[in-house]
């Protein structure tokens, strides 16, 4: 299965700021999708980057709020733009090494946000 | 993709087996079952996935009821750690439909 590498692992935000997160993958992997985990909550899947192209969008999650880019096969960033206390979650990447033999999705060790 | 319903909560006690259920009765013929968990604060864990068979590994094993409305995950020997959340999601298994969807989930918690 592939390895993911996501920075930073944590981070405390002023509210209204942004913040970048990077996920890196040790392959090449046709899809790449971010999550959120609200405190207590299951996940729930923001977008799936697509490389050479915009990401596809969840019903509730829009571009202007989490700009997506995905410049190559092995990264992706997630922006969470002008941050509120709601905000504060954990973002996790997840890839898809594209093959139902294995299970295919890895997970990276998730972005624990907190916005203040 | 199908919805899942799983128990909100269970408990085992360390090395008893762990039986996990999961109702899934809209599943398609293509969907497949998977089993996901995530120890608290970490990303989710891929454990096992099946079509129809049965399928063991060297974490657990997945009894999918020959309906395949229904499936349990059975870890054999449970440890204290393996208490965490446990997600039974169905989706079609080929690779270009890649989309996941969590749904709550149960919550093992393994005692001494």
């Known amino acids: 299965s592939a390895v993911i590498s996501q920075k930073p692992s944590r981070d405390i935000c002023q509210r209204g700021t942004s913040l970048t997160i990077q996920c890196q993958v040790d392959s090449q992997v046709t899809m790449m999708f971010w999550y959120r985990q609200q405190p207590g909550q299951s996940l729930t899947l923001i977008a799936t980057a697509n490389q050479g192209s915009e990401a596809t969008y969840e019903s509730g999650f829009v571009i202007d709020k989490f700009p997506i880019s995905r410049p190559n096969l092995t990264f992706s960033t997630l922006t969470v733009s002008n941050m509120s206390p709601e905000d504060s979650s954990i973002y996790l990447c997840s890839v898809d090494k594209g093959t139902a033999i294995n299970g295919g999705y890895t997970f990276g060790s998730g972005t624990r946000l907190t916005v203040v | 993709d199908a919805k899942t319903t799983q128990p909100t909560s269970m408990d085992c006690a360390e090395g008893r087996a762990a039986n996990l259920p999961c109702n899934h009765s809209t599943i398609s013929g293509n969907e497949y079952v998977y089993w996901y968990r995530q120890i608290h604060s970490q990303g989710p864990q891929y454990i096992i996935h099946g079509l129809k068979n049965n399928e063991t590994n060297e974490m657990a094993s997945l009894i999918i009821t020959e309906d395949r409305k229904s499936s349990t995950l059975i870890l054999p020997h449970a440890t204290l750690r393996d208490t965490a959340v446990y997600y039974c999601?169905?989706?079609?298994?080929?690779?270009?439909?890649?989309?996941?969807?969590f749904g709550r989930g149960t919550q093992l918690t393994v005692w001494p």
């Open positions: 999601i169905v989706r079609v298994g080929s690779s270009t439909l890649g989309r996941l969807y």
